[in-house]
Each structure stands twice: as structure tokens, then as C-alpha cells.
């Protein structure tokens, strides 16, 4: 065992980083218990598009799994992947929900994985940076974010569908489900704010609990089962349907978001941990990138949207993590969790629902970025959160916003400001409003 133990703290150079096995594995469980709501929610999301639930929880835990150890083993950095929220919501409600096949939005998916990993293999990422505008990719966060929270009103009951006047209203706020759902809200409200650990994940087995009694969930006859056969959602795409002009905005609405936000949390989390240099860059970030682009590759071939680098990492390092065997721990805790499939798919609609509106009005903090002394910044970025909501659809807002991000900056005179390809993507946008129109 001391062999094992000192080999380990060879490999993660726990001497160099100055810490040791008790504060790793601390930090491991740390992260683990602030992100492990994902196995609650990630699943469910998947199942309304259409997804086998078990078969969904499956694929879920595995590639969280397997990624987290690659970003672990190969980057010793204490970074833990997941599905992103966003990507999965567009995946379900977007796409599987407005009838596009699972095999073309799995393709579009595994093309923006393999575009991310051109960016991270050929050095181009400087360059992403400056051609995508600041405005839009800033506003794409947020008008996803304003997705995920609607998505929680709405399968809460808190906010309906009123087919007579057109219109969103309150849904009946005295049902069960829903003061459950909102009594849950207040309660990720509570716990966030006073900083509790895990508190996501406590407030949905809390709620849950008080679901059983009040009928609105079911206690399984057995609360562990074998991990359920995901062969039926593995292998499954059509990448030439996908490479269609018209899932333009999706792949988009897939890699902005994925790139941009594993940027953010790399140098986020890895300033709290000191990683950064005098220059305030991220030494070795390019082995990180390339997890997370081989990451959002993988995940394809088995309906698994966007995995990315979750911000939650930060609560490992906050505990102590400095290497990666936080992450190893924690891909080892979300391991046990695959044999829980009876107990993730009793938890009701109005435990999970709380959390989809918590995290997506958390994302709205990204538009105190956007210039709002510049129209042409500002705009269009409001287009784009605008139209995200107005249509109940991310890729609309996109494509909407690189529109009119591209009209503005003519018309007043700046189109230099811009790589031509910003002008390249306007016109494809236009191709994709005229398939829109034309269905």
C-alpha cells in the first residue's frame, strides 16, 4: 500500500504542488458533492427528448467518468468534465423536441467536438477568440442561460402556455408539484447563499423526500440495479445530414459556449489555485483543451451532448485540490453512482426543476461584459437573448445576432473591425432564416 501510495504521489507530484493524499481526496469529494446534482438532472433532460432514462443516466455517469480521469491522469489538474446544461437543453428541447432524428443531432454534436479539437490541436485558439464577436459570445451564455430557466418555470408548473391569448402565464401556483417545486427553489436559494457544500444536491434529496409523501414520488422496490444497456444510443449519427447549412446555428449554439466557457473556467479555477503565471496565462492549457475537445468528440458516438469543464471545479480547489487526483476521486465517486439508477429515476420533476432555474438565472452574470455604450456591441446582443427566448430556441438567437452584428458594423462604417469570415457566417444566417421560413 505505501508503495502504491508513493508511486501515486510521484506521478501527481504531490511534493511540487505541496499536498498530500488526505487533502486530494477531501477535495475530490468536495467537488463531487457540489456537481453530483448533474446525475439528477442530465438524465431527466435527456429523457424528455426521448432518451431511455436508464440508458441516459448510463452514458452520463460513463463519460463523465472517463473524460474527468483522461483530464486528471493527463493534464494533473484537478478539473472534473460533465454535460454542459446549455448544450444538453438545446440537444433535447431544441433539436430532439422539434422532431430533428437523434442520429443529425448527434452529428452535429460530433462536428462541433471535431472543431473544437482543430482549434485545441492546431494552435488556432487566439485566433477563435478574435473572430467570433465579443458581444455575441458573451450574450450566447446568457440567452442559453434564460433557456435553462424557463425550461425549470416550465416544468415546475410555475409558468404555462395559454394557447388562447398566445402568451406565458402562471400555471396553477397552488398545485402540489408546484409550491413543492417552488418551496425547492427558495430552499437552492438558501442553502447556495449561505455557501453550503453540496447544497444543490441536499436541496434535491430534501425536496424528493417530501415528494414521497405527498405522492408525487414513488419509493423503487430495490434502490441499486446493474448500470442499463446503452448500445441502442451508441453509434447512432448521420454526419453529412448534420453538415447541412441549416443546423448552422446549432453547431454554434454547440462549440461557442463549450469553447469560450472551458476558457473561462480553466483560468477562472486555475487562478484561485495559483496555477497562472506573472502574465496571468495557464501553463500547459493546451493539454487541457485537449481533453475537453476529445471530450466533446466522445460524447457523440453515444448521444452524450457537450462535455465540458465544469465551473464546480473551483469547490475542490477551494478544499485543497492542487493536482490531478482531485479529479481522479471525483471520476471515482460518480463511478459508484452508476449502480443508482432506481434512486436518480424517482426523484420528481419538481426537484430537479429548481435547480434548471437556479443555474440558468446564475448565467445571466455574463452580460455585465457586454459595452453598452457601443450599439453595435449591445444589440445584438440583446437580439440574441431576446430571439433565444421569444422562439424557445438558442439557434435562432445566434444566428439572429451574427446578423445583425454584421449589419450594424457596416452601417456604421467598422466592417474592418472584423475578420471577413464574421461577414461569411451573416450570409449563411440569412440561408438559414429562408429554411426556417420556408417550414
Known amino acids: 500500500m505505501n508503495a502504491t501510495r508513493q508511486r501515486i504521489a510521484r506521478w501527481f507530484d504531490f511534493a511540487e504542488n505541496a499536498t498530500g493524499f488526505r487533502q486530494e481526496i477531501i477535495a475530490g469529494l468536495t467537488t463531487f458533492a457540489t456537481m453530483a446534482y448533474m446525475v439528477a438532472v442530465v438524465p431527466g433532460m435527456l429523457a424528455k427528448g426521448g432518451l431511455p432514462f436508464d440508458a441516459a443516466l448510463t452514458v452520463t455517469i460513463l463519460m463523465t467518468v472517463i473524460t474527468t ?82 425550461l425549470g418555470f416550465k416544468q415546475a408548473g410555475i409558468i404555462v402556455a395559454d394557447a388562447r391569448k398566445n402568451v406565458l402565464v402562471f400555471g396553477d401556483l397552488l398545485a402540489p408539484p408546484t409550491l413543492l417545486a417552488i418551496a425547492g427553489f427558495f430552499l437552492v436559494l438558501w442553502l447556495t447563499t449561505r455557501k453550503v457544500r453540496g447544497g444543490i444536491i441536499l436541496a434535491i434529496a430534501l425536496i424528493t423526500a417530501l415528494a414521497i409523501p405527498l405522492g408525487l414520488a414513488r419509493v ?63 501553463p500547459g ?100 437573448v431576446a430571439i433565444s427566448i421569444f422562439s424557445f430556441n438558442a439557434g435562432n438567437g445566434i444566428a439572429a445576432a451574427m446578423l445583425v452584428y454584421a449589419f450594424l458594423k457596416v452601417a456604421a462604417g467598422r466592417w474592418r473591425e472584423d475578420h471577413w469570415s464574421v461577414y461569411l457566417i451573416a450570409l449563411l444566417m440569412i440561408y438559414y432564416f429562408y429554411i426556417v421560413a420556408q417550414h
Open 285 to 384: 492549457i493546451d493539454r487541457n483543451f485537449h481533453v475537453d475537445s476529445c471530450a466533446t468528440t466522445l460524447g457523440a458516438f453515444f448521444s452524450c451532448p457537450v462535455l465540458t469543464t465544469y465551473v464546480e471545479s473551483s469547490a475542490g480547489v477551494q478544499a485543497g485540490g492542487r493536482t490531478g487526483f482531485t479529479a481522479v476521486v471525483t471520476a471515482l465517486c460518480f463511478a459508484l453512482t452508476l449502480f443508482v439508477a432506481p434512486l436518480a429515476g424517482m426523484i420528481p420533476a419538481a426537484a430537479t426543476a429548481p435547480v434548471l432555474m437556479f443555474i440558468g438565472i446564475s448565467m445571466m452574470g455574463s452580460i455585465r461584459k457586454v459595452d453598452f455604450d457601443d450599439v453595435t456591441e449591445y444589440l445584438p446582443a440583446f437580439v440574441c
Open 69 to 150: 480521469l483522461a483530464m486528471g491522469i493527463y493534464t494533473n489538474r484537478p478539473f472534473v468534465l460533465g454535460p454542459g446544461l446549455g448544450s444538453v437543453a438545446i440537444f433535447s428541447f431544441t433539436l430532439l423536441g422539434s422532431g430533428v432524428p437523434l442520429p443529425v443531432a448527434n452529428g452535429i454534436v460530433l462536428i462541433s467536438g471535431v472543431l473544437f479539437m482543430l482549434v485545441s490541436f492546431l494552435g488556432v485558439r487566439d485566433f477563435v477568440v478574435r473572430v467570433i464577436p465579443h458581444g455575441v459570445k458573451v450574450s450566447v451564455g446568457v440567452g442559453i442561460g434564460l433557456f435553462i430557466a424557463l
Open 220 to 282: 423503487p422496490e430495490s434502490l441499486i440495479s446493474l448500470p442499463a444497456n446503452f448500445s441502442a444510443l451508441a453509434f447512432d449519427m448521420d454526419v453529412m445530414a448534420a453538415l447541412s447549412p441549416a443546423y448552422l446555428p446549432f453547431l454554434l449554439a454547440f462549440f461557442i459556449p463549450d469553447f469560450f466557457s472551458t476558457l473561462g473556467t480553466l483560468l477562472g479555477v486555475g487562478a484561485q489555485a495559483g496555477y497562472l503565471d506573472k502574465n496571468g496565462n495557464l
